[in-house]
Nanobody, 119 residues
Framework: QVQLVESGGGLVQPGGSLRLSCTASGSISSINFMGWYRQAPGKQRELVATMPTGGTTNYADSVKGRFTISRDNAKNTVYLQMNSLMPEDTAVYYC?????????????WGQGTQVTVSS
């Protein structure tokens, strides 16, 4: 079994910054990709950014130029640096990871961390 644990959410004023972290632990042979999604109240979960192992990153248009995804493969950790935050960035942020454990491979999700942008 694999667990994803997120941290770093909180309350921030518009224009501020936050850094989210997500660490995968458990029975991990390799990780194909890690990423971040978010879900605002009353809306569907949407892609924020993904980072395949050895591949190119992908960002939602709404966060390009403001958010940066990065990974520490040795720590099985993905980060999301969020700058110039706006109220519309308020949401629960979820990390995910496609993990291979032996012969099995599947997508795992974290429990979510709340980000609130408000003055």
């Amino acid at each position: 079994q694999v667990q994803l644990v997120e941290s770093g959410g909180g309350l921030v004023q518009p224009g501020g910054s936050l850094r989210l972290s997500c660490t995968a632990s458990g029975s991990i042979s390799s990780i194909n990709f890690m990423g971040w999604y978010r879900q605002a109240p009353g809306k569907q979960r949407e892609l924020v950014a993904t980072m395949p192992t050895g591949g190119t990153t992908n960002y939602a248009d709404s966060v390009k130029g403001r958010f940066t995804i990065s990974r520490d493969n040795a720590k099985n950790t993905v980060y999301l640096q969020m700058n110039s935050l706006m109220p519309e960035d308020t949401a629960v942020y979820y990390c995910n990871a496609h993990v291979r454990s032996g012969w099995n491979a599947r997508l795992y999700w974290g429990q979510g961390t709340q980000v609130t942008v408000s003055s």
